[in-house]
């Protein structure tokens, strides 16, 4: 069967077309070239100069970016009917991710410029642009935080034997179980001491001697275990750190790209001429 070609009708399919009016929808499928790639076929690469959207007809394209480990991390799975390459289309700046065909793709191509203008001439339509494109950051923002390694699976990876025996008795030493079961063993120990089995005459020099070596032993095994507990609190904060960076830095990005098309629109009401500002 020939490929659909772009019109207004499949247009209102889309997100971010079907608000518009059947006038701009016609306006927007206008300016848009029918292109296809094969299965695994590279798009764009992530830092590529930006500036061309694809709108998905049929197939399915990964987006991904690689972490600070270098570590290929998958943002999303765009189906028919999303937008591929939306935050280049705003800005003209570079690719955020690499795009790759994951089977064969039909797409409709649309380009800065012809778009840009078209936002100009309708103003009304940026709105809609802006929407997705905070939906996009949002879940990207998602993604990054679920990303980052969970604390605890790190900390338990980077534990040893002794690691584990000294949060074990630490955790034991620090219970009421522990306190019952001492005092419990105490006074069986001078009960029994006091019949006449007795092995250990008062002032029980034996149960003191048990009771020093216990006090001895227990008291650098706790030690341990706060140590421990210190460098997991380094760990999770470090993780929280770099969770609250990466909402920054998509949060900033998502500013500039707003301030960046409400200039362009503002410079569209004034004519070409800067507003002045108060």
């Not at 997705?132 to 990876?157: F, G, S, T």
């Not at 216990?214 to 140590?227: D, G, H």
Request: proline fraction near 5%; charge should be negative.
């Amino acid at each position: 069967m020939p490929p659909m070609p772009a019109n207004a009708s499949f247009l209102k399919d889309i997100p971010l077309f079907s608000p518009m009016d059947e006038q701009e929808r016609t306006a927007v499928a206008s300016l848009m070239d029918e292109i296809t790639f094969k299965s695994g076929q590279q798009l764009f690469h992530e830092r590529d100069q930006g500036g061309i959207c694809y709108v998905i007809r049929s197939g399915r394209i990964e987006l991904s970016v690689l972490d600070e480990s270098g570590e290929k991390l998958i943002v999303d799975i765009l189906e028919p009917g999303e937008l591929c390459g939306e935050l280049s289309l705003l800005d003209g700046g570079t690719r955020s991710t690499t795009a790759v065909a994951l089977t064969e793709v039909e797409a409709l191509v649309l380009e800065r410029p012809e778009f840009v203008d078209f936002l100009r001439r309708q103003p009304d339509a940026s709105l809609d642009v802006l929407s997705a494109l905070a939906k996009r950051i949002r879940r990207a923002d998602k993604l990054l935080k679920q990303r980052v390694q969970d604390p605890n699976e790190l900390i338990e990876d980077k534990s040893s034997v002794g690691d584990r025996v000294a949060d074990a008795v630490a955790a034991f030493g620090g219970s009421w179980r522990f306190i019952f079961l001492f005092l419990g063993f105490m006074g069986f120990w001078m009960i029994l001491n006091a019949t006449p089995l007795k092995w250990d005459i008062y002032p029980f020099i034996l149960l003191n001697l048990i009771l020093s070596s216990l006090a001895a032993l227990q008291a650098p095994v706790i030690m341990m275990s706060q140590n421990r507990q210190d460098a997991k609190d380094r760990v999770r904060s470090d993780a929280e750190y770099r969770v609250n960076v990466k909402a920054m830095v998509e949060i900033s990005e998502l500013h500039e790209k707003l301030d960046k098309l409400r200039g362009e629109l503002r410079l569209h009401h004034t004519g070409g001429r800067p507003t002045p500002t108060t």
